[in-house]
């Protein structure tokens, strides 16, 4: 069903490039299937699947020596310190660097003598993407990394997808966000009951939707939308959402600031 | 290898952090030949080269702590980390199974050398057990019967569809096996239907092989229970090998 999102996303053989692509769709579509068969956990029905110029189930140890996956459903055993599987996890892999650095990179060098079982949601997710990079892989596998984040863990961990970017690997993500989606993707995949429906980039698929310009007002007090929406060429009138509110509230960059040009 | 390493590392430390588990394999079976030393003594009871009660037990408690480490802590230990999803994380990884299953085994075998050494060290010096066999002898005895009802354990956990009925399962296997060892009542007292069927026990055959070892009876005499317990350990790791699944 998948077959030519999988085609479509990987990277031309030896030259990975920098990369966020996302994978957008409702509930059941098909979303974690696509990074399950990408990652050899799921034989497809039909089609062929390469990574890397690779088929995730004939050479499924050459494909796991190069990619860095975080699922959707994973637990490690709430006795383990911080530490220890980041340097359990380096050794399963021929070449690594230093397993501490990538604690680093996640920001929980300092906590790594706690327990598992006392980080936060935001932490936990932060030590499996540091799992997921500890060998500095060429393609990252992030299913529905933000899910279960609050706002601004969910801008943390954005801000670790930029990096890993910018590091010269290819990110392929899962989220059901359309908000992550546009910030952090550069290209994007909308699938729906297997089958992919668009695949573009972010604005791209925004401008295939017709000419639209974004207006930003501030007014101290609160304006009545129903005569903006009347004049002629004004699509719809949005508010500040209450997660603009949060964010404003708990330290987060006001989601006005990094809102995308449009 | 480096990853083999690791990883027994990681689990061996795991293990000792689980001090529920740490208290049955070592604590409980020292504990219970201290029990048994202060209830009965081990003054000889029986005629032949005047052997105690305890001198009887101790191989008995030994195939026990072996029996219970296959039913209940290797499942546990596998299938609670395959229900985490920790061993589909492992998957996604270069890891091969047989290297975590050998790192698993290495730890699991550990603790019951361990457990091992201790009873057999607080029954001999806090009470005098004498047995009269060789080391070696007992050792090997001891290794085969260890290894067979990990291989149980690993067949078990293979065909459990997760953590939450091990106990279940262990306990509905743990009390026929015990009750037809030998070890706890006589099976000259109960009915040759029971005694036929107690012949397919292998704990009452791992019992045997131990005693007789402990006992430095001649391995020619101990064959059949020799064939079951590695008939026990063939058919485990055969199905262990078939069936494994990380997720």
Redesign the interface.
């Known amino acids: 069903m998948s077959r030519r999102l999988v085609h479509a996303i990987a990277p031309p053989t030896g030259s990975p490039r920098g990369e966020v692509f996302g994978i957008v769709g409702p509930n059941g579509a098909g979303k974690t299937t696509v990074l399950e068969c990408m990652?050899?956990?799921r034989r497809p029905d039909a089609g062929p699947v390469r990574v890397l110029g690779l088929d995730p189930q004939a050479d499924r140890?050459a494909v796991?020596?190069r990619?860095g996956?975080q699922?959707q459903?994973?637990?490690?055993?709430d006795?383990?310190r911080v530490g220890?599987?980041v340097?359990?996890?380096a050794?399963?892999?021929?070449r690594t660097g230093d397993p501490m650095e990538a604690l680093r990179r996640v920001g929980l060098e300092e906590r790594r003598a706690a327990r598992v079982a006392a980080l936060s949601g935001g932490q936990c997710q932060r030590l499996?993407i540091a799992?997921a990079l500890v060998h500095e892989p060429e393609v990252v596998l992030l299913d529905e990394l933000t899910t279960r984040l609050d706002p601004q863990a969910r801008r943390d961990a954005w801000a670790l997808v930029r990096e890993i970017r910018e590091r010269g690997a290819t990110v392929i993500l899962t989220t059901h966000f359309m908000e992550e989606a546009e910030r952090l993707c550069d290209r994007v995949a909308i699938i729906d009951r297997g089958r992919v429906v668009a695949l573009d980039s972010v604005g791209r698929l925004i401008a295939s939707l017709g000419e639209e310009r974004r207006v930003v007002f501030t007014y101290e007090d609160a304006i009545d939308g129903t005569s903006l929406r009347g004049l002629p060429g004004v699509v719809r009138v949005e508010r500040p959402t209450l997660e603009d509110v949060f964010l404003a509230r708990t330290g987060g960059a006001p989601s006005v600031g990094d809102a995308p040009a449009t | 290898m480096r990853a083999y390493r690791s990883l027994a590392y990681v689990l061996a430390k795991l293990a000792l952090r689980d001090h529920v588990a740490v208290f049955f394999a070592l604590a409980l079976p020292a504990g219970l030949v201290v029990l048994f030393g202060v209830a009965f003594g081990n003054a000889p009871v029986s005629q032949e080269a005047g052997r105690g009660a305890l001198d009887h037990q101790l191989p008995a408690i030994a195939a026990w702590v072996f029996a219970m480490t296959g039913l209940f802590s290797v499942p546990m230990a596998l299938l609670g980390r395959r229900d985490a999803g920790t061993l589909r994380r492992f998957q996604v990884t270069p890891l091969r199974p047989a290297t975590y299953l050998a790192a698993d085994i290495t730890v699991q075998l550990g603790q019951a050398a361990v457990g091992l050494a201790l009873l057999f060290t607080v029954g001999a010096l806090g009470f005098g057990a004498r047995g009269g066999g060789a080391v070696a002898g007992v050792i090997a005895a001891a290794a085969l019967s260890a290894a067979a009802f990990l291989a149980f354990g690993y067949a078990l956990a293979a065909l459990l569809p997760n953590a939450r009925t091990v106990p279940v399962v262990g306990n509905v296997l743990a009390v026929p096996m015990l009750f037809l060892s030998g070890a706890t009542a006589p099976l000259e007292v109960m009915p040759e239907a029971v005694r036929r069927v107690a012949e397919f026990n292998p704990l009452l055959h791992a019992v045997t092989l131990l005693r007789g070892a402990w006992f430095g009876e001649p391995w020619s005499a101990l064959a059949s229970s020799v064939a079951v317990v590695a008939g026990l350990l063939v058919a485990g790791s055969a199905i262990a090998a078939a069936r494994f699944n990380w997720s």
């Open positions: 990652s050899g956990l140890y796991r020596e990619i996956v699922l459903a994973a637990a490690l055993p006795a383990l220890e599987p340097t359990l996890f050794a399963f892999y021929p499996f799992l």
